[in-house]
């Protein structure tokens, strides 16, 4: 009997981990991943592999991965989030068959219609489809180099990817997919409530905008208020180095935790507007030198959860500012706020990341500006200046291999 229940198993999506990360910081310069056309390329051989030749041509399509610099708030209220797109993305092969299979690189399964507790990486494909098509059975192949850490970024990618892929395949579709109207106000919104789905967690619809926004732009502002983004113009992926790590295994806060602060944000939502905020639709619209008035009608419980969401709204607005000024070292400064704010007032953070961001904080007198937890995988993003960085990398990453007995994966965005 076929499930849409997720999985008990972990969340985490396969990735090209070899394709995926460098193995020393000095290779940082020298790393380049394969491209749109090499992994719809794989894609496109996967599904031969996997689901035998046919004549029916297949098509393809590619989603670049992003991770969040400060996003991760707005898959509990409206509001902003700054994204960094990856190198590295998601590519997918599709073809019209008798019946939905689904492969992923990385794994040996294949997922049907039929399949009991799939991964949450094959319900996505599943749901997404579902509403795509209209009632077309297809086989998928999909590749991925984006980590498994950054988890949010990895099944927005793989849902805009089947989105494209849909309206490049020559069969009928369920929604109107050419029109800018439905994508925006239709079609972004269903997308993050399938992977939600999914995952069995909120999954708000910053990291999907922030998937098809794609690349091209150094850094991408969303407003998942009127789901609109917009590019940075800044020096900021120039002018400075950034890595994201893979701390690897550690234990993460579950999806019930994700639904209980999504429910607690909207019960605190509900007790402003009874207390004088009659007006106010999300935190993003919360001014901070309200912030003390409005917690002191809010029980204990949800002070620390609307401090995170109106104060993590607000440094979205510093960073942007920071980044057009070229103010580096205050780049680094906010994300270290910010992750002491999912620290102690959101409480998500891992052992792990919490530690790298510690370790890296230590050094921003050396050659480091600043790290935070970036996603709910537990990955660290951190930036520096390209002197120093290099050298400061390793340092932090053989120390977190001292501390742990394995060091942390290195991703170059």
């Avoid at 409480?347 to 919490?354: C, K, P, Q, S």
Wanted: with cysteine; net charge negative.
């Amino acid at each position: 009997m076929s499930s849409d229940a997720p999985s008990a198993t972990t969340p985490l999506p396969p990735f090209l981990a070899e394709e995926a990360f460098v193995d020393a910081p000095d290779d940082a310069d020298e790393y380049a991943p394969p491209g749109r056309d090499a992994l719809q390329r794989r894609a496109r051989e996967g599904l031969v592999d996997r689901m035998g030749p046919s004549d029916v041509p297949a098509a393809t399509a590619y989603a670049c991965g992003t991770v969040g610099v400060q996003a991760d708030q707005i898959h509990y209220s409206d509001g902003f989030g700054l994204f960094l797109p990856l190198r590295q993305g998601v590519a997918v092969a599709v073809r019209p068959a008798e019946a939905l299979r689904v492969t992923f690189a990385g794994t040996d399964d294949v997922w049907t219609d039929e399949s009991a507790s799939p991964p949450p990486w094959a319900l996505v494909v599943r749901r997404v489809l579902r509403e795509l098509l209209a009632g077309e059975p297809v086989e998928v192949a999909a590749v991925s180099t984006v980590p498994g850490a950054c988890q949010d970024g990895s099944l927005a990618a793989l849902a805009v990817a089947l989105t494209r892929v849909v309206q490049a395949l020559d069969v009928p579709a369920a929604v109107d997919l050419d029109r800018v109207e439905r994508l925006r106000d239709d079609l972004v919104p269903l997308l993050a409530a399938e992977i939600g789905t999914a995952v069995g967690q909120p999954h708000g619809t910053g990291y999907v905008l922030a998937a098809f926004a794609g690349a091209a732009p150094t850094f991408t502002l969303v407003d998942t208020t009127t789901r609109e983004y917009l590019p940075v113009k800044t020096e900021a992926r120039k002018a400075l180095r950034w890595a994201v790590l893979d701390p690897g295994a550690s234990a993460r806060r579950d999806a019930a935790f994700h639904r209980r602060r999504q429910a607690q944000a909207e019960e605190a939502l509900r007790i402003l507007r009874a207390n004088g905020f009659d007006d106010l639709e999300a935190f993003r619209d919360l001014e901070h030198r309200a912030l003390e008035t409005a917690v002191t009608v809010l029980p204990s419980a949800l002070r620390p959860v609307v401090r995170h969401l109106v104060t993590e709204n607000r440094r979205v607005q510093k960073h942007v500012a920071a980044m057009r000024q070229g103010d580096w070292q205050m780049i680094g400064a906010l994300l270290l706020m910010s992750h002491a704010s999912q620290r102690d007032h959101w409480e998500g953070t891992t052992e792990a990341a919490d530690a790298l961001v510690a370790e890296a904080e230590s050094r921003t007198y050396d050659g480091l500006y600043g790290a935070c937890m970036t996603g709910r995988g537990g990955a660290v993003l951190v930036t520096g200046p390209p002197q120093t960085f290099g050298h400061e990398l390793r340092r932090l990453v053989d120390a977190a291999g001292d501390r742990r007995g394995a060091s942390p994966r290195i991703l170059v965005p």
